[in-house]
Structures are given as structure tokens and as C-alpha cells.
């Protein structure tokens, strides 16, 4: 390949994503509906008090199962002493802040990247409030659940401050997660004998 | 201590919690409402593509800062191949589910020794299904979130069937991470330069 045609064809990589990879699964998904039906799983195994343990491997996604990891991920929630743990690993309110902010980074450096935009450096922080009367039963009219959280995303990529401002209000609209939390999504629990 | 005293008391540990840890943390929160206030935090950077890392260590509860963590916990979110990342670490939404799962199970064992039920077993398998044209921006009619996360518990515990079917019923009323996904919880990000 020459300097001349290097220079001719788009980036191979931008923001650590292939950009072919990006407009394929577009594309892909634009021909077939069917492959962007995806279902996650977790189980999860109590330890004792407030510790219990997820493993994570399998999902059915792009029309099959997955195969693709070679070993469950594990994840153990705790609880801080104040609530009546030991620290043993984050809790489960914590965990979902992690999850909310890996999704509006990943949603946010996925579309940067269909815009040609590259991401120099991204951060998020995360505040979430809530009152524990709620979890205690205590008072049934506050909710259990978080009341409200904050994102502060420092961003620096090769665009104007409009396009990241678009860019951020587009990201809230798509990301998953945070439309898992700021729309109302049916929990279904059955019990089985174990 | 005579056994006699010992049969009179109630348990010291249920469940693997302190019983009168409950009592007493419920008996200080109905004394002062301020002290069920909490604010949990998360840090996150974006490595690149599909990879980030959160820190989690501080946050606000029970009238103070917490200081109760020698280190923070660390946590990668990473994407399967066919997201187009490598399987750096589970994802968000699946990160998700672990959090949820967990926020069941402590519920479910917090209220479960505030009524004096023993577990001997628990469990759970959750499966949440979304479709990526959401996230993709393909069809603005598909919400990006979960359509809907089933939960399945296995659990067994001295009481009746009945019983655990009405604590069942209580944990999904008042579990935090539950009634953040089932409820719309307002979610603002706000950009800071970097």
C-alpha cells in the first residue's frame, strides 16, 4: 500500500474501535433486524449476610449463542460496616453507578466514532442519593430506590464544544443503562424451589 | 453465660448479620431520619473502544463520610467480540444484573432476619433481553434499556412456602437497585471540560 492510499482510505482504528467494524454491524443489523435482539444473564449465589457472588459468561446475541469467553467473570457485593458488611467487596448501588458509567462512556466513544470524532481523554464522575428508609421499610413513601444521579463527564476530542454538547444529549438518549434507570423497566421475580 | 440465658437470648447472628445490628441501626434511623441518607459515588476512565475502569471507595451515609475502605475497589468494563471488543470485562448491562441480583439477595436476607427466618440456601438467575437497534440509533421507536429483566430465586428457609412468597413480594417493594430500574430515576450529565 502506498503513503497515497493510506491516506485516501478512512482510519482502520479511531478511539480503540475498528471503524469498519462499527459500519458492518450497522449495516449487518440494518439487512436483519433479528441481530440486535440480545439477552444477558447473571446468576448469583449468596455467600452469607450482605455478600453474594455473580458469575457471568453466556448471552445470546447477532442471531446465537455467544462462545466467546473462555471463563465466568466474577463479581462478589459487599457491604461497608455502617450498613452492616465488612467491606468485603462494593455494594450492590455501587455496582450499578459502575455500570451506568461504563455505559455512557461506551455509548458516547461509539458514537464519537461514527461521527469521525477522536476522543483524547474521557472521566466520568458519579453521585447517587437515596434514603435507606426505604430499603427498611421504614417509611412507604419514599422510594427505595436512587432519587436522582449526577454525571460529570470531562471530555477532550478534536470537535467543538457544540458538537460534544449534541454528542452527550444523543449518548443520554441511547445508552442502555441509563435508559434501563430513567425509564421505568418491568422486574419480574418467581421463586423456584431450590 | 448459663445455657439456660444463652436458649432465652435471641441469636447474636442470623443469617450471617448481627440481629441487633438491625434492630439497632433501624432504632437510630427512626430516631434520626437524616442518618438514612446516603449519597454513593463512582469514578470511571475510559482506557479505550469499549474498555473503562471505575473506582469505588467513598461516600456519604449514616450522618458522615465514610472512611471504613483502606483501598477503593477497581472494575473494568470491557465488551465480547461481537460488540467489537475482546471480552475485557463483563459489560454494562451485564454489570447491571450483577447489581441487581445482589440488591435482591440482601434484601431479601435483611427483612428475612428482621422476621426471624433462618436461610439456608439462595440463588438467583436473571435474564434481561434489549434489542441494540436502540442503542444504535437505527429505530427511535425501541428503547435502548432493558425491555424487562426476569429474575428466578431458589431459596430455601424455615418457614412456609407462603411465607417466603410474601418476603418475596417485600424485597421487590424495597430493594433499592429494583425500584431504580423499575422506576424512572432522573438521570443528569453535565460536561466539564477536561
Known amino acids: 500500500m502506498t503513503a497515497q492510499n493510506a491516506a485516501e482510505q478512512q482510519p482502520t482504528?479511531?478511539?480503540?474501535?475498528s471503524v469498519q467494524g462499527v459500519f458492518d454491524t450497522v449495516k449487518a443489523i440494518e439487512a436483519d433486524g433479528g441481530l440486535a435482539r440480545f439477552q444477558f444473564r447473571a446468576?448469583?449465589?449468596?455467600?452469607?449476610?450482605?455478600?453474594?457472588r455473580s458469575t457471568i459468561r453466556d448471552f445470546y446475541g447477532a442471531g446465537r449463542e455467544d462462545d466467546s469467553r473462555m471463563a465466568a467473570f466474577e463479581f462478589t457485593n459487599?457491604?461497608?460496616p455502617v450498613l452492616l458488611g465488612d467491606n468485603e467487596g462494593a455494594n450492590p448501588v455501587e455496582f450499578l453507578l459502575h455500570a451506568l458509567a461504563g455505559c455512557v462512556t461506551t455509548t458516547f466513544v461509539l458514537h464519537a466514532t461514527a461521527r469521525g470524532i477522536a476522543i483524547q481523554e474521557l472521566s466520568t464522575e458519579l453521585e447517587g442519593e437515596l434514603d435507606?428508609?426505604?430499603?427498611?421499610?421504614?417509611?412507604?413513601?419514599?422510594?427505595?430506590?436512587?432519587?436522582?444521579?449526577?454525571i460529570r463527564m470531562y471530555v477532550r476530542a478534536d470537535c467543538t464544544d457544540a458538537e460534544l454538547?449534541?454528542?452527550?444529549?444523543?449518548?443520554?438518549?441511547?445508552?442502555?443503562?441509563?435508559?434501563?434507570?430513567?425509564?421505568?423497566?418491568?422486574?419480574?421475580i418467581e421463586r423456584a424451589n431450590a
Not at 426505604?134 to 412507604?140: A, C, P, S
Not at 430506590?145 to 449526577?150: A, K, L, S
Open 13 to 17: 482504528m479511531m478511539n480503540g474501535l
Open 43 to 52: 446468576r448469583n449465589r449468596w455467600i452469607g449476610g450482605g455478600v453474594n
Open 78 to 80: 459487599g457491604e461497608p
Open 132 to 150: 435507606v428508609r426505604g430499603l427498611l421499610g421504614l417509611d412507604e413513601t419514599i422510594s427505595p430506590g436512587y432519587e436522582r444521579i449526577r
Open 165 to 188: 454538547d449534541e454528542l452527550l444529549s444523543y449518548t443520554r438518549e441511547h445508552s442502555p443503562v441509563c435508559n434501563t434507570v430513567c425509564r421505568p423497566v418491568p422486574v419480574m
